[in-house]
């Protein structure tokens, strides 16, 4: 057991203080300039979680009694771990997106933010069930039931979800129009459109 952390902790620090140093001294000097927001938002840096944990994981047959908890505990964490890497992976894309002008016409936060409920939903349906030792199947199809009283408790959120993707998918609004609604006592520029929000 000390082996095996010591092989992590050692795999941690040589990803963490030599590769990513290399990685990272290679983006800043290098002649691109896409690759400075995957620093700026972390990739690399969550990445470097990886290693360790699938030598863990991989080493749970050696731990004997203790075996189960590790796969579970450390299958957990590799979701977690892949899901903060594409959530980072995902606002790195948003912002290099928004570089280009052709931004302004049409946004993809909304599409983006979709996408990261997707997988928020389906990495914590998996995550249940690895607690519950039970196949997500069983999970989907108890949430299947419940469909109608999550639809009556999030009616606002899944009409606003549904209306912003109506309005980037029909170019309604762009980003620098003057909007004016006395009745909400709105007026100015449209910064920004998200999902639920303009």
């Known amino acids: 057991m000390i ?30 300039d896409w690759d400075a927001y995957l620093l700026k938002h972390k990739v690399l840096h969550r990445l470097s979680h990886l290693l360790p944990v699938l ?9 004997g009694s203790l075996q189960a908890i590790i796969e579970r505990l450390g ?11 594409i959530n980072a992976l ?25 996408l990261k409920i997707f997988i928020f939903v389906i990495a914590g349906i998996v995550i249940l ?28 959120s899944i009409l606003g979800l549904v209306a912003g993707i109506q309005l980037a998918a029909n170019d309604m609004v762009r980003i620098g129009d003057w909007i004016e609604m006395p009745k909400y006592n709105a007026d100015g520029d449209v910064i920004e459109i998200t999902l639920t929000t303009v």
């Open 90 to 114: 995902l606002n790195a894309i948003d912002d290099i997106y928004n570089r280009h002008e052709v931004a302004r016409q049409k946004p993809i936060k909304g599409y983006l933010q979709g």
């Open 129 to 156: 069930s690895r607690l519950l030792g039970q196949s997500p199947l069983i999970l989907l199809s108890g949430i299947g039931a419940m469909t109608a009283v999550i639809m009556l408790i999030f009616q606002d």
């Open 55 to 63: 030598i863990i994981y991989n080493s749970a047959p050696l731990f």
């Open 3 to 32: 082996i095996v952390i010591l092989i992590s902790l050692i795999a941690y620090l040589l990803t963490k203080h030599i590769v990513l140093r290399i990685l990272t001294h290679y983006i800043e000097n290098n002649r691109y």
């Open 75 to 85: 299958s957990i964490y590799l979701i977690v771990l892949i899901v903060s890497v």
